[in-house]
């Protein structure tokens, strides 16, 4: 190659933004998280052309991955709409030249902030979840040279602890969202924050899940038909998100994870694209009309 | 099901960013060329180029005018424009004796060997606000560079006060004889524990009020780590860039950057330290910006002297990147109403539990709640 070749090469438009060293520097980060579930793979963080913190591990983890035949999902808070959402969508087709949808049964690569779809995902389809703070046990140690050690040896007294003296100390376990998981009954795992009600999608899942922290360097991963287990007493059992008598006021579902709307003194599902499809379908049964 | 339902974001964020052009682009004085930025601005384009780690003046001021003068934008715009390009070949070392000065300042001797040269500063000037209301006059004559009273080679090179007092057998000798690759931290992330070459690389990189308050909340802070040090040199000057020729294999010149360089002498008065030497920190960063190189040599020969005992390393590691901090502080403008939906729900159970073990007490009272309205609900 002449030099006059690799400047043309270098100056030319990259597939996917970042340089094709870059995207194989992140491959090689996720099969080693394949290959340890659950563990939190280091990796050059590439600065992106959004902000940390705005899902740069995420959109890294996904132009790593993504071909031009692929068709992409990218939902915040699970809606296709939200601003972040869009933006990121934008980013990844326009760098990329694949196709977009709102449907997560027609994706196969869904890029997420803080919500796994409520279709049931398959064996054909990646999930990319961008992570805000990866490490489970940040909350019970802050040395970083103590929770390399803590995962090494598997030495997970300290949130055991914690969580024990949360339930002797409220009666629940407080944790929200993040909660923190067993994976192949090894590694804890940080759940992004997804909500409870999205961790045991995780278990034994047919599809790949991949997560991206792209501010604190780190990729992990939850390969298919693995084990996911969230950190709970044999006598206590672990939580979903739940209220009594609540239904989403657009397609009435019960089962779905919903969020409230104070001003219509009701909830909404979060999850826009199957909601507006469960509306259609339940608007064409005559069944509940949103 | 496809395109329209996510249009709502984007048609929201493209007018957002036609309102930020408009302004920009706008208003009745004329277009701000980069030349003008380079020329008029370049203490805010040494610092957009330090703290984005590439030496690129243009593409600095270019970032600087998209950015509207938002440092950590404009650092953000051009350490992601760098993420596009190849590395096409690392560097040849260079010794920090090929600086070229252009000013050197030696706090610690009032005659130092070599020059002490003021050159270009706003250290002495009156911090008066100049509220005249017709540009300033160009100079005349333009000033030339500053030149030292010897202004040959050597005047130009001048020997090290450190050189002086390791002859003198005052330095605590940490010079090793192995030749370690630096740890590049663009390509290998970094964890405390982290070499020399890490610690420095991190901060060169660093947001300058970020180092200057980390090293500012150790001297004065609850939980202060940090000696103030003797300034040993003060250097902003000029360093060649070389690489190996494809072709021929021999070094050659590709240009040159500019860089500040600090050395900190410090006393070493620890009770189990070797108290009859000084030791050295190290500051050197793209530019001139002689405050970030200041607080990153003394945090250098800090987290050296601490040895792991106190969270000073992970303190200057992790927390000093501009575009980590800003970013992260930033990202709490998302929406977070899945997360907050899950809080409320631990709140509501909390309650709920502590209502199950105290059953006697009187349950609150129930707020009339309004039927529901979902023909008035829309995403």
Redesign the interface.
Known sequence: MT?SA??A??AS??FG??????KR?IRCALLTAVAVPGYQV????????V????G?GGLQVTLAVIGPQDTVKVI????????????L??LIVASTGAA????AR?ASIIQT???IPEDPLGADQVLVLQV?VPEPLRGVE????EL?RMHAEADYTAIWVSLYEDLVR???I????GYPVLVGGRYVMATT?????DVPKLHQAEFLALFGAG?E??VYAVPPHTDVEPLAFEDVAF?V???EGASC??CGAVDA?????PA???W?C?D??WC??HQRRSGEGGGQS? | MGYSAARGGLDAILAAEELMRAKRDGGSSPPLGADQVTERLNLAVDRVMGEAGLWAPRLAALALRQAEGDLIEAAHLLRAYRSTRMRLAQPVPVHADELEILRRIVPAYRVPPGPQLLGRTLDYAGRLLDVGTTPPAKPDPEPTAPQPADPTRDGRHPGRLLDLLRSQGLIRDRRRDDDPEPHDITTDPVRPGAPRSARLSVMARAETGALVNLWYRNILGPDGYIHEVTLGEVRHGRLPVRVVHPVTGQPVCLGEVRVTEVEAIEDLDGEREERAFFDVGYGLCLGHNERKAIAMANLDIAVERDGGRSPLEQNVLMTTDGLDASGFLEHLKLPHYVTFRSMVDRKVAIKAAAERRAPESPAPASSPVEPATPTGVTR
């Open positions: 030099v690799l400047a090469s270098a438009g990259e933004h970042l340089d094709e060293q870059s520097e280091p990796f050059a963080s590439r600065e992106m052309p902000a940390r913190g705005w740069s915040d808070q699970g809606d296709d709409a939200g601003v972040n959402a869009a933006n969508r934008r977009q949808t709102t449907d027609a902030r803080h919500r805000p802050r040395d970083m040279r390399a409220n009666g629940v407080t944790q929200s969202t924050p997804i909500p409870r009600w501010r360097k780190r939580q998100e739940r209220t006021l657009l994870y919903l969020v409230e709307v219509h003194h009701g909404i979060s826009a694209a507006e499809r949103g």
